[in-house]
């Protein structure tokens, strides 16, 4: 082998020697985050995160515009998904947004679909329901329409 040879081999020997050991260091240095990124956050924060991801999923596949649950129409609040559980497995919320009663009014619903339809005590939950529907769908007040307010409106001459 030619001295040049010799070098040659050994200067290519050498270039792939730390091609190899940069390449370990790279694969050294991006093992911790491979592993697991949740390492870092405690339990606190790692219970956030938990909570933020779930919530971002649900409201994708169940969004809430402008604080109406769209799939039902109805209103959302803290309470709304016990009613949406103790109240729509039989019929469409739709029987519910389309009626209006006051607190004692639901009650009595409530007790005619317990005689009548089958509808279980409602136990603990029910003031939370009741609070809910008597919230939000509760008689509106005028029992007709509002005056017109005559200074507002816009005459103009029929022309004939
Ligand atoms: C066990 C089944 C069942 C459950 C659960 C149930 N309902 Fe009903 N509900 C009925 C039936 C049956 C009717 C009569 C439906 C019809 O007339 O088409 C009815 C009718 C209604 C009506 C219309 C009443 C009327 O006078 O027209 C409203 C409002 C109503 N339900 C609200 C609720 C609310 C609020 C809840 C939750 C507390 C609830 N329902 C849970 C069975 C149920």
Redesign the pocket.
């Known amino acids: 082998m030619s001295s040049l040879e010799k070098s040659w081999k050994l200067w290519t020997f050498l270039c792939w020697f730390s091609l190899a050991v940069i390449a370990v260091f790279m694969i050294y240095l991006n093992f911790p985050q491979n592993t697991n990124p949740r390492i870092e956050r405690t339990e606190e924060e790692q219970a956030r995160y938990n909570q933020k991801r779930l919530s971002a999923y649900e409201s994708q596949l169940d969004p809430i515009e402008n604080g109406i649950h769209l799939k039902s129409g109805m209103k959302y609040d803290e309470n709304f998904r016990l ?1 949406q559980k ?6 469409s919320s739709k ?2 947004t389309q ?1 209006r009663a006051t607190r004692d009014g ?1 009650q009595q ?2 007790r ?2 317990q005689r009548t ?4 005590e ?1 136990g603990i939950h029910e003031p939370k ?1 009741l609070d809910y ?1 008597s919230t939000y769908y509760a008689p509106t007040q005028t029992g007709r329409r509002a005056l017109l307010d005559t200074s507002k409106i816009e005459w103009y001459v029929l022309e004939l």
Do not use: K, R
């Open positions: 009613v103790s109240c729509t497995s039989c019929h029987l519910i009626n639901w619903m409530i005619w679909m339809q089958g509808l279980p409602l329901i529907l």
